[in-house]
């Protein structure tokens, strides 16, 4: 899709500017507690972090599932993703980061019928800073936006299921 490849060129623009203008997002960090278990023949659970993305306006939940970086690059099925793992190669390049230090996802929309439709968009993950890029293309909603985070650690409740990290771009007041 071609929407993809123009907002990675708006990118630079979109990060120039606040998230004011675009749609409120939360996005939840959880350690995969089953990263490198089998889950069939020959098949493992490789996703370091499963994330949740919550936009508020319109009111979408999206999964991404953080893994290596060469995994996420070998994971590309298409024009668009293969776009997609150039551009973010190229940044890598220039801002001189490590590649080991970069996780990647490709984005699934999670709707109420508990199915899982994958959507044109990634999102990067640089651990040592945790700054978080998070690009969303959803027609079906009306949603085409790019968004540069930073991820926070969270304070863990125990007993209860809580985030490894969290990034916002709006005051989270029941967190």
Not at 5 to 11: G, S, V
Not at 68 to 81: G, L, M, N, P, V
Not at 125 to 153: K, M, P, T, Y
């Amino acid at each position: 899709m071609n929407l993809m490849n123009e907002t990675m060129k708006q990118e630079t623009q979109l990060e120039t500017t606040t998230n004011n203008s675009s749609p409120k997002i939360a996005v939840r960090f959880y350690e995969n507690q089953k990263l490198g278990k089998s889950f069939g023949p020959a098949k493992f659970h490789t996703a370091v972090y499963n994330a949740t993305a919550d936009i508020v306006n319109p009111h979408q939940k999206y999964l991404l599932d953080y893994v290596t970086f060469q995994t996420w690059i070998k994971s590309a099925r298409d024009h668009d993703q293969l776009a997609a793992c150039d551009h973010v190669q190229e940044i890598i390049e220039a801002k001189k980061l490590n590649k080991d230090d970069i996780l990647g996802s490709w984005i699934k929309r999670y709707d109420r019928s508990n199915s899982k439709i994958m959507i044109p968009g990634f999102s990067t993950l640089e651990l040592s800073g945790h700054a978080l890029d998070v690009c969303i293309i959803d027609d079906d909603f009306g949603i085409q936006s790019f968004w540069n985070l930073e991820a926070r650690g969270c304070r863990i409740k125990y007993g209860q299921k809580s985030p490894q990290l969290l990034a916002a771009n709006y005051p989270l007041e029941h967190v």
